[in-house]
């Protein structure tokens, strides 16, 4: 089995890495924190100490950052991979960065004669841990037949789906927020009406899940809500910095959004609110301040 480089063992990118390990690739890491980075090794890793040593001994290297900027410090930047990249290297980028970004590095890449691929997830932590992501990839065909059984090994299979060129994995996770977040904003209203009016939330949980009304949001985020467990799986100051590409996107394609508008709103007063490090699925938590419900 081909070596994959890893960079960024966060809450995603730790079970992302444990999941190649297991299907037998040889995995090299690299993380800024050493924990998430010796229970890897723990696991079989090999760890190395810069971007650049990853590249050095990987030809096809995952990365799971929190932002844009981290994706090109790490791609560009001192001992960045981009300065020590073998010929022919292809770059997975799993992070949730804007759609003009992953072109732009695509673009950079492929001047030096690599290739990227903008591969954003959806199915949270959970969903890592399982493999059963969804990988929404951008990017050039052949790169992406190449690396997808890199691909299927951290994600459901048939959830790995190139979406067209460079940018549009991103552009596909830019609308995969958008659905989350209005969805799930009118799940804590539906809750939160049930709640006012007295009637037990779980119950209609229960019968919305049986009819068009039924979602994975209603299912995953609502049994969190109705727990009142807000352990993040997904940091609502990601989901925030999420909503700014959107918004960013959206101006960029002069495309309308009037209920994300509104979503957005609230996710801003759910950071605002010192909420940042919960789950996202607190933007219930908005939802039930503004009816005063505790």
């Known amino acids: 089995m081909e070596t994959i480089g890893f960079i960024g063992l966060g ?29 890897l090794v ?13 590249a050095r001994r990987a030809a096809t290297i995952v990365t799971m950052l929190p932002d844009g900027p981290d994706v090109e410090q790490v791609l560009e930047g001192t001992d960045g991979v981009f300065s020590a990249m073998q010929p022919g290297a292809v770059i997975i980028d799993t992070s949730t960065i804007s759609p003009a970004t992953a072109q ?3 673009s950079r890449a492929a001047e030096l004669g690599a290739a990227m691929l903008d591969a954003p997830v959806s199915g949270g932590e959970i969903g890592a841990i399982n ?23 951290m994600g459901n299979p048939e959830r790995v789906v190139r979406i067209g060129g460079s940018g549009a ?4 996770k830019v609308c995969n927020q958008m659905v989350i977040g209005g969805t799930l904003s009118v799940v804590a209203e539906a809750f939160a009406l049930a709640r006012k009016a007295g009637v037990d ?43 700014r590409i959107a918004a960013e996107t959206l101006r960029a ?42």
């Open 11 to 39: 809450l995603m990118g730790k079970p992302m890495a444990r999941n190649l390990l297991k299907r037998g690739y040889a995995v090299v890491a690299h993380n800024r924190s050493r924990a998430s980075l010796d229970e």
């Open 42 to 54: 723990a696991a079989g890793a090999s760890a190395v100490t810069s971007p650049a040593d990853v």
């Open 104 to 106: 732009r590095l695509a």
């Open 131 to 153: 493999a059963t992501l969804s990988i929404m990839v951008g990017g050039d065909a052949e790169v992406f037949a190449r690396v997808k059984p890199v691909l299927d090994a």
């Open 169 to 172: 994995g991103q552009l596909c």
């Open 201 to 243: 939330p779980s119950l209609v949980r229960d019968a919305l899940l049986g009819g068009f009304a039924s979602s994975r949001v209603l299912d995953v985020h609502g049994e969190r809500i109705l727990r009142n467990n807000y352990v993040p799986g997904f940091r609502s100051k990601l989901y925030a910095k999420d909503y």
């Open 253 to 294: 394609h002069a495309a309308p959004a009037p209920v994300t508008s509104v979503v957005h709103d609230l996710v801003d007063k759910l950071i605002d609110s010192g909420r940042g490090d919960e789950d996202y699925s607190a933007l219930a938590k908005v939802i039930f301040d503004m009816a005063n419900l505790r």
